[in-house]
């Protein structure tokens, strides 16, 4: 780590936390965004203040929002809150990133046909008024018989 770095790293951290971005406490302690960034990557402090400091800035953006008075103020929060959102996505996908969802669903091939034969011969039975009764469903095996 720079000397930088060593020196302030407890205030780096603690500032992460509080939701403070990189570029104002990189000019506090005179030394680059990226520098901080490049020493402290690998830190597990590091990385958990910058998750906390992303939930802190989320929750500072949705109090903007129920603060906000007239339209314009709640516009301009909300794009707030967007831009905090966004960024916590990207940076943290584990925790609040779009999850995907899949549900596996097995059918009985055999027995879906003959159901779905069925609604279709009761679907013509309400569409098409007759006095002869409907044809029943065949199963496969019988009509090749």
């Not at 998750?51 to 906000?68: P, S």
């Not at 569409?127 to 044809?135: A, D, F, L, N, S």
Request: net charge negative.
């Amino acid at each position: 780590m720079t000397a930088v770095a060593i020196q302030h790293r407890e205030e780096i951290i603690s500032q992460v936390a509080k939701g403070t971005m990189l570029k104002a406490i990189a000019a506090k302690v005179g030394v680059s965004p990226q520098a901080i960034a490049n020493q402290l990557a690998k830190d597990p402090d590091y990385r958990q203040a910058r998750e906390i400091g992303a939930e802190v800035r989320l929750e500072e953006q949705f109090d903007g929002i129920l603060e906000a008075e007239g339209t314009t103020d709640v516009s301009r929060a909300r794009e707030g809150f967007r831009a905090a959102a966004w960024f916590a996505e990207r940076e943290f996908p584990e925790r609040w990133g779009a999850k995907a969802n899949v549900v596996t669903v097995q059918v009985n091939v055999a027995g879906a046909d003959q159901l779905l034969a069925g609604s279709a011969v009761a679907m013509l039975a309400e569409i098409v008024p007759t006095t002869e009764p409907m044809p029943q469903c065949v199963k496969a095996e019988d009509a090749r018989a």
